[in-house]
C-alpha cells in the first residue's frame, strides 16, 4: 500500500482541525509531522526488547574450591599429612592408627636383634639400589631432577654390610620384602609415576626422620654405640631435604588434581611395603 502524499496528509489534517476546532498546521509543519510519524512507527516496530537479566546468586560455600589438608603450603606438604595420619599414636602425635603390629610401637619399645637388623639392611640396600637405577635411567625424563640429591643411601649400605662381615657376621641373601618391592618400584616407575614418586618420597624422607631414631636404638643396644654409615649424610642434611622438597612441589605442578590425589592415595600400599622390610629388624 502506497505511503500518503504531504499534500493529501494536509487535507486530511485540515479537515481534522475543522472538525474539531484545532489550530491548522502549515503544509511544511505537516510534512515534519509525516517524517516524524512514521519514524516513530519504525522504531515502534524495530526497536527489540530488552532481555530480562536473570540474577544468579552463588553461595560462597559451594563456588569456592576445596583445599586438600597441606595444598597451601605445596605438594609435598600434602604428602606429608597423609603420611603422618598413617603413623600409629605411639609413633607421631599426628598419628591415626591403633598399634597392630610390633613395628608400629614406638622405636624406644622395640626388641631388635642382630641377625634381623642385616636382613634390614639387606633388603633395604635392595630397594635403594633400584630407586638410584631408576632416577639414573629416567624413564620420565622429571625422574632426572633427582640424580645426586645427597640422599641417596646404596654406598653407606655397602660400607655397613662390609664392616659387619670384618666382624665376622654372616651377610644373608635378599628376601622377599626387600625383592617384592624392588620389583614394584620399576613396575611402578614405568607405568604409574605419580604413584612412584609417592614412594620416592616416603622411603627418602621416613629415613631421615623416623630412620635416624632406629640407627640411635640400633647402635647403643647391639653395637656398642657404633656409628653407621646409613645414618650419616655428607652436606647438611635440612639443605638436602628442603633442595628434593622443592623438586617434587614443582614436579606436581605440572599434574592434575587427579594425579595429585592418585599420588596420595598410594601412601597406604607405601607404608605397608616399608613396614615389611622394617619388621625384619624384629625378627
Known amino acids: 500500500m502506497a505511503s500518503p502524499?504531504?499534500?493529501?496528509?494536509?487535507?486530511?489534517?485540515?479537515?481534522?482541525?475543522?472538525?474539531?476546532?484545532?489550530?491548522?498546521?502549515?503544509?511544511?509543519?505537516?510534512?515534519s509531522f509525516r517524517s516524524n510519524f512514521f519514524f516513530q512507527r519504525k522504531l515502534s516496530f524495530e526497536l527489540p526488547r530488552m532481555p530480562r537479566k536473570e540474577t544468579v546468586i552463588v553461595s560462597a560455600t559451594t563456588s569456592e574450591k576445596k583445599r586438600h589438608p597441606g595444598e597451601a603450603k605445596g605438594f609435598v606438604e600434602e604428602m606429608r599429612f597423609v603420611a603422618m595420619r598413617?603413623?600409629?599414636?605411639?609413633?607421631?602425635?599426628?598419628?591415626?592408627?591403633?598399634?597392630?603390629?610390633?613395628?608400629?610401637?614406638?622405636?624406644?619399645?622395640?626388641?631388635?636383634?642382630?641377625?634381623?637388623?642385616?636382613?634390614?639392611?639387606?633388603?633395604?640396600?635392595?630397594?635403594?639400589?633400584?630407586?638410584?637405577?631408576?632416577?639414573?635411567?629416567?624413564?620420565?625424563?622429571?625422574?632426572?631432577?633427582?640424580k645426586n640429591t645427597g640422599l641417596e643411601r646404596s654406598a653407606s649400605l655397602d660400607k655397613d654390610l662390609e664392616w659387619f662381615k670384618e666382624q665376622g657376621y654372616t651377610i644373608p641373601e635378599p628376601s622377599s620384602p626387600g625383592l617384592t618391592y624392588a620389583v614394584y618400584l620399576t613396575d611402578l616407575s614405568q607405568n604409574d609415576p605419580q604413584a612412584f614418586i609417592c614412594h620416592f618420597y616416603n622411603i627418602y624422607f621416613a629415613h631421615s626422620a623416623g630412620g635416624r631414631m632406629i640407627g640411635k636404638k640400633i647402635a647403643s643396644q647391639l653395637l656398642n654405640n657404633q656409628a653407621l654409615e646409613f645414618y650419616k649424610w655428607d652436606g647438611d642434611l635440612s639443605q638436602m631435604l628442603q633442595n628434593v622438597r622443592d623438586k617434587l612441589n614443582k614436579v606436581a605442578?605440572?599434574?592434575?588434581?587427579?594425579?595429585?590425589?592418585?599420588?596420595?592415595?598410594?601412601?597406604?600400599?607405601s607404608f605397608k611395603l616399608s613396614g615389611e622390610i622394617l619388621r625384619l629388624i624384629l625378627s
Do not use: M
Not at 5 to 31: D, E, G, M, R, V
Not at 253 to 269: A, G, I, P, Q
Open 253 to 269: 605442578e605440572e599434574w592434575s588434581r587427579e594425579e595429585k590425589n592418585h599420588c596420595l592415595e598410594e601412601t597406604e600400599k
Open 86 to 146: 598413617l603413623h600409629t599414636k605411639d609413633q607421631a602425635k599426628e598419628g591415626e592408627k591403633e598399634v597392630k603390629k610390633p613395628e608400629e610401637r614406638a622405636v624406644t619399645k622395640w626388641e631388635p636383634t642382630v641377625d634381623g637388623y642385616l636382613r634390614f639392611l639387606v633388603d633395604s640396600k635392595i630397594v635403594y639400589d633400584t630407586l638410584e637405577k631408576i632416577v639414573q635411567d629416567a624413564a620420565y625424563p622429571y625422574y632426572a631432577e633427582f
Open 5 to 31: 502524499t504531504p499534500t493529501a496528509l494536509y487535507q486530511i489534517h485540515s479537515l481534522f482541525l475543522y472538525k474539531t476546532n484545532h489550530p491548522q498546521l502549515s503544509l511544511s509543519q505537516t510534512q
